[in-house]
Nanobody, 122 residues
């Protein structure tokens, strides 16, 4: 059974950076697409970025394109979300998810982590 755990969240000032990690255990991530999602209080969950199995394809939401970057390191069995130039509207709980072979930001994902809080505030 694949298990996911997010880390790296915290409090950061506007314009700052954070690096979120999605660590996998139980199975190798090699054959899984991985996505990052976020949910702010009172709002629906939003797809942020996803990366294909093997890392050959990525997709970033318009709201984060140019500021966030998703990369994977299969040797370390993790996926990183590098977040730069953070804005207050990026404040949310961030979740990683995995789906065998292929996943879309607006699609179904089978495995989920418990989330990590990101707060962007002066």
């Amino acid at each position: 059974q694949l298990q996911l755990a997010e880390s790296g969240g915290g409090l950061v000032q506007p314009g700052g950076s954070l690096r979120l990690a999605c660590e996998a255990s139980g199975l190798s991530l090699n054959n899984y697409a991985v996505g990052w999602f976020r949910q702010a209080p009172g709002k629906e969950r939003e797809g942020v970025a996803c990366i294909s199995a093997g890392g050959g394809s990525t997709n970033h939401a318009d709201s984060v394109r140019g500021r966030f970057t998703i990369v994977r390191d299969d040797a370390k069995n993790n996926v990183i979300l590098q977040m730069d130039n953070l804005k207050p509207e990026d404040t949310a709980v961030y979740y990683c998810a995995a789906e065998l072979l292929y996943g879309k930001l607006d699609g179904a994902w089978s495995y989920w982590g418990r989330g990590t809080q990101v707060t962007v505030s002066a």
